[in-house]
């Protein structure tokens, strides 16, 4: 098939309706969130079956035509946006977003790639269960995205990763082939695991159309509280305290600085904190979840709490009196991200440190960065309790927030990713490698990795049509 061929045979596949080809219908496709990557699709097909996808993975095989896959394009490193070559096919997975079913003796969901996230929370939740996966775009992330790139979010601490709630994939194939691998199975000890290759792979080996995932009881009750400490060691030292008290009821321990207060002030003045911004240099959102009842729970958190204040631990809590409460503490940490990008694009990290080397981590890189750049703003939040951070750079106030980037990021991602990889931290820990980290990829993993990994991706993908320039760099 030549390649002026593609587009009317693409059409036929599909239907006319659901191939785009103006620049006007194709502009929501072509721009990543942040809207630091644009590209220039060929076209944007929107295949509404698995069958479907195959079909227009195979005709554009047929055409040499490489491949993007995009599900809610949300993603933070331009993973799924098309270059500006005017060749690539962006393959969106929105009409596929059915919650195919739920068996509750299995405990398992299994929902299409283009299924909402939240879509598929109110699903298990209305069958009584919870699907325990949440992530601060999750009224727009799907499926298919958050397990491409092993999404982690909110709940990793007790319930782990995207990949830890995946027990089987449907995908299709670099060839256009269909691999039904949707096991509902916790054990399946057959070989080579190809479900978890597809997870994390950005697109780059297969294109998942349909997952099944792990559900768990709903808790009986939830506590909340919003607590004021003097630094991170602080912190730390609260988050054992936790662990030591909770267990594996500890859900949810995000770290949060005055800082990322006072942005999402300022952009969203309707939400407000617990206490006030000033209170404290640091402050940490901890949620309780309990298999008992309201009482049990929040004599726990009032155990944990009263001695961590007590010892002069904490400086000052809030706890949530209700569940209106509790959504509003939460609505500050998800705001935090809309209200950066309402700054304007800062110098974004998604770093992985090791919770005993946090402390003096966050205090030796925020002196570095400060004598580097004496007016910048630390925006620094993320989930303490499994050693993740989103260790960002704002500028100045009132400063070019473009040409501060553009000055500053190179010496700030090698500032940071250095001092995280020297104490076996990772420059990604849960927004993937796309378009923006191929270099620190090639730079930072090791050798042989590299080795291995190339080799996966010439198997799997000979032509090396499936999101090229993702993850690793096309000319590899």
Request: hydrophobic share 50%; aromatic share 4%; glycine share 8%.
């Amino acid at each position: 098939m030549t390649t002026t061929d593609l587009l009317p045979a693409l059409r036929a596949a599909l239907g006319a309706d659901y191939v785009l080809a103006a620049p006007a219908d194709m502009a929501g496709y072509a721009e990543d969130w942040r809207k630091r990557y644009r590209g220039v699709p060929r076209a944007v097909a929107l295949p509404g079956t698995t069958e479907q996808v195959a079909a227009v993975v195979r005709l554009c095989r047929d055409a040499g035509a490489a491949i993007v896959p995009q599900g809610g394009n949300t993603g933070l490193v331009g993973g799924a946006t098309p270059d500006a070559s005017g060749t690539q096919i962006v393959l969106a997975l929105k009409r596929m977003r059915r919650v195919r079913s739920i068996d509750v003796a299995d405990r398992v969901l299994v929902a299409e790639a283009g299924c909402v996230l939240a879509e598929a929370q109110r699903a298990a939740r209305a069958a009584g269960l919870l699907l325990p996966l949440s992530l601060a775009a999750e009224g727009s992330a799907t499926i298919g995205g958050v397990l491409s790139t092993n999404a982690g979010g909110t709940a990793v601490l007790r319930y782990g990763s995207a990949r830890a709630l995946c027990l089987g994939l449907e995908a299709v194939t670099a060839q256009g082939e269909i691999w039904r691998g949707l096991s509902t199975l916790r054990k399946d000890n057959t070989g080579y695991d190809l479900r978890d290759l597809l997870i994390g792979a950005e697109g780059t080996l297969g294109i998942i159309t349909a997952a099944s995932l792990m559900l768990y009881p709903q808790p009986a009750a939830r506590r909340t509280a919003w607590v004021a400490l003097a630094d991170v060691a602080a912190a730390v030292a609260l988050l054992n305290r936790a662990r030591d008290a909770l267990d594996a009821d500890l859900t949810g321990f995000e770290l949060i600085s005055s800082a990322c207060l006072r942005l999402v002030a300022r952009h969203f003045p309707a939400l407000h904190a617990p206490l006030p911004i000033d209170a404290a240099p640091w402050f940490v959102l901890l949620e309780l979840s309990d298999s008992e009842d309201d009482a049990h729970a929040q004599a726990r958190l009032e155990t944990v709490l009263g001695a961590a204040l007590e010892a002069g631990a904490a400086l000052d809590c809030a706890v949530a009196a209700s569940l209106a409460q509790a959504e509003a503490m939460w609505a500050i940490r998800e705001h935090i991200p809309l209200a950066q990008a309402s700054e304007g694009l800062n110098i974004k990290h998604d770093i992985a440190v090791p919770v005993s080397h946090m402390a003096t981590f966050v205090a030796d890189t925020a002196t570095r960065l400060t004598q580097m750049m004496p007016q910048a703003r630390l925006v620094i939040f993320g989930h303490l309790g499994d050693g993740n951070l989103h260790y960002n750079i704002q500028a100045p106030v009132q400063a070019d927030a473009d040409a501060f980037r553009a000055q500053h990021e190179h010496a700030c991602n090698a500032l940071l990713h250095d001092a995280a990889v020297r104490v076996g931290g990772s420059f990604s820990a849960e927004h993937g490698v796309g378009l923006l980290k191929t270099a620190e990829l090639i730079h930072y993993k090791d050798p042989v990795a590299l080795q291995m990994m190339r080799a996966v991706k010439r198997a799997l993908d000979p032509q090396g049509l499936m999101n090229p320039g993702k993850v690793l760099p096309a000319a590899s």
